[in-house]
C-alpha cells in the first residue's frame, strides 16, 4: 500500500506562489509516476502535472505549463509542485496520486491518492 499526504496549500493573492508537498509512504517511491490534479466546485478533477519515477520527464496540462514546475526527491519519498504567478481560476483542490506504470494525464490510470489540499487564489 501506499498513502500520499499533500500539504502547502493556502490563500494567496493572484502573481503569488505555493509550493505543494506530497510525502509518500513506502519503500518503493521509486518504482511509480507521481501526478498532481486539481478539482474546483462543481467541475471534474483535472490534470496538472505529471513526472515519471526517475523524475526525467514531465508533462503539463496547457494552462499551468509555464507557471507550473513538478519535481521529486526519490531520497525524501517527496515529489513538489511549485506553483508561480498564481491566477484566481487555480483555485481548487489539490490532489497528489500514483501508480505503478509511465507518466500519465488521465484520473484513472491512478491507484493512490492523496486527501488533497485547498489551494485559493484571491484577485
Known amino acids: 500500500q501506499v498513502q500520499l499526504v499533500e500539504s502547502g496549500g493556502g490563500l494567496v493573492q493572484a502573481g503569488g506562489s505555493l509550493r505543494l508537498s506530497c510525502a509518500a509512504s513506502?519503500?518503493?517511491?521509486?518504482?511509480?509516476?507521481m501526478g498532481w490534479f486539481r478539482q474546483a466546485p462543481g467541475k471534474e478533477r483535472e490534470f496538472v502535472a505529471g513526472i515519471d519515477m526517475s523524475g526525467s520527464i514531465t508533462s503539463y496540462a496547457a494552462s499551468v505549463k509555464g507557471r507550473f514546475t513538478i519535481s521529486r526527491d526519490n531520497a525524501k519519498n517527496t515529489n513538489y509542485l511549485q506553483m508561480n504567478s498564481l491566477k484566481p481560476e487555480d483555485t481548487a483542490v489539490y490532489f497528489c496520486?500514483?501508480?505503478?506504470?509511465?507518466?500519465?494525464?488521465?484520473?484513472?490510470?491512478?491507484?493512490?491518492w492523496g486527501q488533497g489540499t485547498q489551494v485559493t487564489v484571491s484577485s
Open positions: 513506502g519503500r518503493t517511491f521509486s518504482s511509480y509516476a
Open positions: 496520486a500514483a501508480w505503478f506504470g509511465p507518466i500519465d494525464r488521465t484520473v484513472g490510470a491512478y491507484t493512490y
